[in-house]
């Protein structure tokens, strides 16, 4: 798994400096487009700050979240073109597509296609925990099971997500809770 510490962006981040996070992430990513840490935490920042604007006291005046939310499309799909076969992509975006396929398209089409993401990352490392947590999670029959998922994901979680940005910060907020 990546090590998601990126000093500058978790600094604009942590300070709530939106614009200038954005900014700073979509020069990096226009200049490397081919850079997997790039292209996902540029599109975590877009998806987080757009679904969770609310609580995080986010208005329309702060930031564009009509631009955050196309900019989370073409992201996605050029992430597709390059990285379909890359665990991080597949376990990240299909993460985050399971959570709210409509901000990707059409419901159907995109839970599916969620849902495939987080299956083929357990298929490509099937002894990571976070994959295989995130896999299993998308399936409502199965709580009972994951206990012992959890427990791995926990022992984990300080390593898998270095540093202080939004994506280290949500990832080891959710599965510390469980």
């Not at 609310?54 to 390059?82: A, F």
């Not at 993401?117 to 009972?144: D, Q, T």
Request: glycine residues 6%; charged residues 25%.
């Amino acid at each position: 798994m990546i090590d998601w510490t990126w000093t500058e962006v978790d600094q604009l981040e942590k300070l709530e400096k939106w614009n200038e996070a954005k900014r700073y992430l979509l020069n990096s990513w226009r200049q490397h487009p081919e850079d997997l840490k790039t292209v996902i935490r540029l599109g975590f920042f877009c998806w987080y700050v757009t679904f969770e604007h609310g609580p995080l006291g986010i208005t329309e005046n702060d930031i564009d979240i009509e631009e955050l939310e196309s900019l989370l499309k073409e992201v996605t799909h050029d992430g597709l073109r390059h990285f379909m076969n890359h665990e991080d992509f597949l376990w990240c975006f299909g993460y985050m597509v399971s959570m709210t396929p409509y901000y990707f398209g059409e419901y159907n089409e995109w839970e599916e296609k969620g849902a495939y993401m987080l299956r083929r990352a357990h298929e490509l490392c099937p002894n990571e925990p976070i994959y295989a947590y995130s896999y299993l999670g998308s399936f409502s029959n199965v709580y009972g099971t994951r206990e012992n998922e959890l427990q791995q994901v926990q022992n984990v979680l300080e390593d898998r997500f270095k540093g202080e940005g939004l994506l280290s910060d949500y990832f080891k907020s959710i599965y510390a809770q469980g």
